[in-house]
């Protein structure tokens, strides 16, 4: 099991960037997999970054393709959201979240971080 707590939203000016964390308190993060999932007011919530225990291989919605760079330092127990060339669009609340075995379905997470939000605008 693990316990996650999420930093670093925050508004941000359109093509501004951003970093999110996430860190576990406990000691098994090294394997989870990680992910980041956004849900704006309204819509569903959304997959945007993945990356595996196992090799650190990465895994991105189209949105964040080329602009989000998801990574990890399992030493630290934390999983990053690098966020650069933000859009409006991109306003949402972020969580990260912890699956042995899933990747894009947030139904496969079973571990969720409190949430935090990021907000583009000017």
């Known amino acids: 099991q693990v316990s996650l707590v999420g930093s670093g939203g925050g508004v941000v000016q359109p093509g501004g960037s951003l970093r999110l964390s996430c860190t576990d308190s406990g000691d098994t993060f090294s394997s989870f997999t990680m992910g980041w999932f956004r849900q704006a007011p309204g819509k569903e919530r959304e997959f945007v970054a993945a990356?595996?225990?196992?090799?650190?291989?990465?895994y991105y919605s189209d949105s964040a393709k080329g602009r989000f760079t998801i990574s990890r330092d399992d030493a630290k127990s934390t999983v990053y959201l690098q966020m650069t060339m933000l859009k409006p669009e991109d306003t949402a609340t972020y969580y990260c979240?912890?699956?042995?075995?899933?990747?894009?379905?947030?139904?496969?997470?079973?571990?969720w971080g409190q949430g935090t939000q990021v907000a583009v605008s000017s």
């Open positions: 990356i595996k225990w196992s090799d650190h291989s990465t």
């Open positions: 979240a912890a699956t042995l075995s899933g990747l894009y379905d947030y139904e496969d997470y079973g571990s």
